[in-house]
C-alpha cells in the first residue's frame, strides 16, 4: 500500500510539473502604445503593460505614468522633481475606454516571451505593485512610464534580448529635436520649454536614448530579436491596432505666438530707439520693464537650475540674456541719481546678450528661434544706454 501511494504521489507531482508551463502559457504580455494627446501633458503619448492571463480571465493594464494629485506640496514637489510616480493597476477594459473617450490611436504589440519568461515578467510586476516598490522618481527623458517598461524587460531577458538599432544617420538628432517632432504645433509650449530646459538635451541621442518617447520605443520593440533559447525570434510576435483613431487634430498658431509678438516688440523698440536718437531722448521707462521682465525670467530659470532636482534644467544658457541681476539694473534705471555701477552693468549685459549668440552659433545650445528679435533688442538698448549715460544722468536729474 505504501508503495502504490508513494507511485501515485510521484504520478501527481509529475502531473503538476508538467501543467506547470502550460499554465504560464496562458499569460500574454503585450505593450500598449497610445497616440499623443492634445494637451501638452498628453504631447507625447503613452506606454503601459498588458497582462491577460487565459486561464483566470484576469486582464491588466500596468501603469507606470500616474502619480497622487494629493500629494502634500504637489505643485511644489512637481515643479522641483521631487514628486513620485507610481506603478498603477486597472483593467483592460476600463484602460481602452478612456483613450476611446479621447480618440486616440491605441496599438497593440504582443511579446513573443517563452513561459518562463512570460511568468518572470508577470510575478516582476506584482512584486514592483507592493506598495513599498511602486512609486519612482520620475525624469522625462531618462525614466518615465516607456523606458520603466523598457528596464523591466530588459532585465528580465538579459542578454538574450537584441535591439538592433537602426545604423545612425548622416544628421545627428537631440533630445530637444526629438520633443520638438511632438510639440512644434504647440508654439508657446515649444516656446517655454525651449526656454526652461538647457544645453542638457542639445547632445545627441542613440536609438535606444530615443526610447523614452513611446513611438519610438514600440518601432524599437519591432525591430528587437530574442536570442538564446531557442530558434532566433522577433520580440514582438503580433500587433493589432486596439483604437484605430486617426491623429489627434493640432490646431494653428494663430496671431498670438512668440515670433510674431517679439518681432512687433523689436519693431517697437527700434522705432522708439530711432525717435530718442533724433529727439534726445531715452524712453527709459521701456528698459526698466524690459530689464525688470527679463530678470524675473531669469530667476525662475535660475531655481529651476539650482533649487529642483530637474537633470535637463541644468547648463541652461538663456541665462545670458535672461539673468536675475537685470532686476537690480531696472532699479538702478528707477533711481533718482544714477550710480556710477549701472553704466558698467549695460556693458555687462551687452556682453552677456552677445555671447548668448555666439553660444547658440557654436551649438552649445540651442535656442527658441523667436528670441531673434528680443536679442537685438537687449544689444541695441543695452548699447544706446550706455553710450549715453551722460545724458541719462541729466535726465535723472530733472
Known sequence: MDFKNKILGVFFFLTIIGLAPVSAQQVEISLLTCAPGADLYSAFGHSAIRVRERDTGRDLVFNYGTFDFDTPFFLVKFARRTLDYQLSI????????????????????????????????????????????RSYRYDFFFDNCATRIR????????????????????????????????????????????????????????????????DYMAAAFA????????????????????????????????????????????????VMTYLGFK???????????????????GVVMFLLWFATDHVATKWNWNLLWAFPGHLILAKGLLAKSLKPWVRKYLLFALIMADAAVVFWILGWQSFHPSLVP????????????YYNVERMKAFAKK
Open 151 to 214: 528596464d523591466v524587460l530588459a532585465s528580465i531577458l538579459g542578454e538574450q534580448l537584441i535591439w538592433n538599432d537602426p545604423q545612425p544617420v548622416a544628421e545627428e538628432r537631440t533630445f530637444r529635436d526629438l520633443i520638438d517632432e511632438y510639440i512644434l504645433s504647440k508654439v508657446w509650449a515649444d516656446f517655454g520649454i525651449d526656454l526652461a530646459l538647457g544645453a542638457v538635451i542639445d547632445v545627441e541621442a542613440s536609438p535606444y536614448d530615443a526610447q523614452f518617447l513611446p
Open 279 to 297: 529727439r534726445k531722448r531715452l524712453y527709459i521707462g521701456m528698459d526698466i520693464g524690459l530689464f525688470g521682465l527679463l530678470g524675473v525670467l
Open 374 to 385: 528680443l536679442l537685438l533688442v537687449i544689444i541695441l538698448r543695452s548699447n544706446y544706454l
Open 90 to 133: 486597472t483593467t483592460y477594459e476600463r484602460f481602452v475606454r478612456a483613450y476611446a473617450a479621447e480618440e486616440r490611436n491605441m496599438s497593440e504589440q504582443v511579446l513573443a516571451l517563452n513561459p518562463q519568461q512570460a511568468q518572470a515578467m508577470r510575478d516582476f510586476l506584482d512584486i514592483n505593485y507592493l506598495p513599498d516598490q
Open 223 to 270: 525591430r528587437a530579436e530574442i536570442q538564446g533559447d531557442g530558434p532566433t525570434r522577433s520580440l514582438v510576435k503580433e500587433t493589432r491596432t486596439i483604437l484605430p483613431f486617426p491623429p489627434v487634430a493640432t490646431s494653428g498658431w494663430g496671431l498670438f505666438n512668440p515670433y510674431l509678438l517679439l518681432w512687433l516688440l523689436a519693431i517697437i523698440f527700434g
